[in-house]
């Protein structure tokens, strides 16, 4: 098992950056594929991007293609998401999220994840 705490959110202008961190505690962090996701009020949660195991391979919504980058340090057992160039479509609670599962490198289906964070807000202002 593994608990999952997003930090990292707040208010930014249009245009702006911020790197959003999610602490892993529990065992084998380096395990798990990672992955971001978003939900936007009144809107279905929305993949964001993912990561495999290793760091080695990543997938991002179309989106966020180009203007977020996903990280993963599993020396420090952290996620990062950096994001770039926001807008104000961005604003969101960000959650993150951990795959267990030795046969998948990497999904965007939020019902392949089995340990979610509690969110963090980004709130992206025009």
């Known amino acids: 098992q593994v608990q999952l705490v997003e930090s990292g959110g707040g208010l930014v202008q249009a245009g702006g950056s911020l790197r959003l961190s999610c602490a892993a505690s529990?065992?084998?962090?380096?395990?798990?594929?990672m992955a971001w996701f978003r939900q936007a009020l009144g809107k279905e949660r929305e993949f964001v991007a993912a990561?495999?195991?290793?760091?080695?391979?990543?997938t991002y919504a179309d989106s966020v293609k180009g203007r977020f980058a996903i990280s993963k340090d599993n020396a420090k057992n952290t996620l990062y998401l950096q994001m770039n160039s926001l807008k104000p479509e961005d604003t969101a609670v960000y959650y993150c999220?951990?795959?267990?599962?030795?046969?998948?490198?990497?999904?965007?289906?939020?019902?392949?994840?089995?340990?979610w964070g509690q969110g963090t807000q980004v709130t992206v202002s025009s």
């Open positions: 990561i495999s195991r290793s760091g080695g391979s990543t």
């Open positions: 999220a951990a795959d267990r599962s030795a046969g998948r490198i990497v999904t965007s289906s939020w019902s392949d994840y089995d340990y």
């Open positions: 529990g065992r084998d962090f380096s395990s798990y594929a």
